[in-house]
């Protein structure tokens, strides 16, 4: 036991270098509508970003057409026809957008939306909450303050975890069938630039893996 302390200790800092660098983001349920057939290549994509903080739903939206453009498609946001003003923060009303989408002529459809959101509170422990007595610095005051001075005032801390569960969803613009959707987990993403970006590669690359739609560029 004296020596699992031991080597615990000195393999702490490489563990915690080790999991912080795990993935963020991860993909944890896709489906396709089977019963649906792509007749023709799609043009042009409605996008939307479902949430209710405008901060959050200018950037998701940014990212969405960034990379909309860059897959060959003509783009629409929904934040350009019904700002945080328009629905005075109020959920937009239904039959409102879909005329829209219509009037533009967007034959496809993405939907972004924040389905849950979960924080836990875990503990990380200092160097000092792995003591117990090791021989190596002998029986004496000398070594014994030697070795663990640099561990003893090294306390532990507490961190909360955040965990995002997003939505994506594609629509066939013409017939309003869903046609595929995502889901996906997010731990403690940096910043709302970052989380954007990444979650929607991550979303529209599944999306083109699971359907392999084609784009009329």
């Given amino acids: 036991m004296k020596l699992y302390k031991f080597i615990l200790i000195q393999c702490l800092p490489l563990i915690l270098l080790l999991t912080s660098c795990s993935p963020s983001h991860k993909v944890t349920f896709s489906w396709k509508n089977e019963n649906f057939k792509i007749e023709k290549p799609y043009t042009k994509i409605f996008l939307a970003a479902l949430v209710t903080n405008p901060h959050v739903r200018t950037h998701l939206e940014e990212e969405m057409s960034k990379v909309a453009i860059e897959k060959g498609f003509a783009v629409e946001r929904s934040w350009d026809y019904f700002p945080p003003t328009f629905s005075k923060g109020k959920p937009l009303d239904k039959e409102m957008m879909i005329d829209k989408i219509k009037e533009l002529k967007c034959d496809l459809i993405f939907t972004l939306t924040l389905i849950d959101k979960q924080s836990e509170t875990r ?90 739609y084609k784009v009329q560029k």
């Fill in 123 to 212: 503990y990380i422990p200092g160097m000092s909450d792995f003591y117990g007595p090791y021989p190596g610095y002998g029986l004496h005051f000398r070594g014994f303050y030697s070795y663990w001075y640099p561990y003893l005032y090294d306390p532990g801390y507490y961190v909360t975890d955040k965990t995002y569960f997003m939505e994506g969803n594609l629509f066939d613009g013409t017939t309003e069938t869903m046609i595929w959707s995502v889901q996906t987990e997010t731990l403690n993403p940096s910043s709302i630039e970052k989380f954007s970006k990444e979650i929607v590669n991550l979303m529209l690359e599944k999306s083109e893996q699971d359907l392999q």
